[in-house]
C-alpha cells in the first residue's frame, strides 16, 4: 500500500472557502486502477493558519505514479492555482509505503 498526501497551511479565515473547493470538485478518481480511497483532513488552527491534508491510498506506488501521469490527474488539478490566496506557501507532497496496517476485526456474533 502507498498513501499519497499533501498538506495545506490554509490561511485563518478560509477554512470554509478551502473545503468549498474540495466538496465541489470531481476529483476522477473513480475507476483509476489502484485507488483505494481519498481522505480531506483538517488539523489544528495555528495563529496564522489551519492545517489541512489530503491523503490517498492507493495499492501500489506504481498506480500511484501511473495516476500522477492520466488525463484523470489533469482534469483534476486543473486550476488548481486559482486556489493560492487560500494557503501559505505551495502545498508539500509526503508520500509513504506501508510498511503495518492493523485494521479492527469484526465483532464475533454467536448465538
Do not use: C
Not at 473545503?19 to 475507476?31: F, I, M, P, Q
Not at 483538517?42 to 501500489?60: I, K, N
Request: net charge negative; glycine share 10%.
Amino acid at each position: 500500500m502507498f498513501i499519497a498526501m499533501n498538506r495545506f497551511q490554509v490561511i485563518r479565515g478560509e477554512e470554509q472557502a478551502f473545503e468549498d473547493v474540495w466538496l465541489s470538485r470531481d476529483t476522477y478518481l473513480y475507476g483509476v486502477p489502484g485507488f483505494v480511497e481519498f481522505h480531506l483532513l483538517r488539523g489544528d488552527a495555528q495563529e496564522d493558519h489551519t492545517l489541512f491534508a489530503s491523503h490517498t491510498v492507493w495499492r501500489t506506488r506504481d498506480d500511484f505514479e501511473a495516476w500522477t501521469r492520466s488525463e484523470a490527474f489533469r482534469k483534476a488539478h486543473g486550476g488548481a492555482g486559482d486556489n493560492k490566496p487560500l494557503y501559505l506557501g505551495h502545498p508539500r507532497f509526503e508520500g509513504f509505503e506501508a510498511i503495518q496496517t492493523v485494521a479492527a476485526r469484526m465483532p464475533v456474533v454467536t448465538g
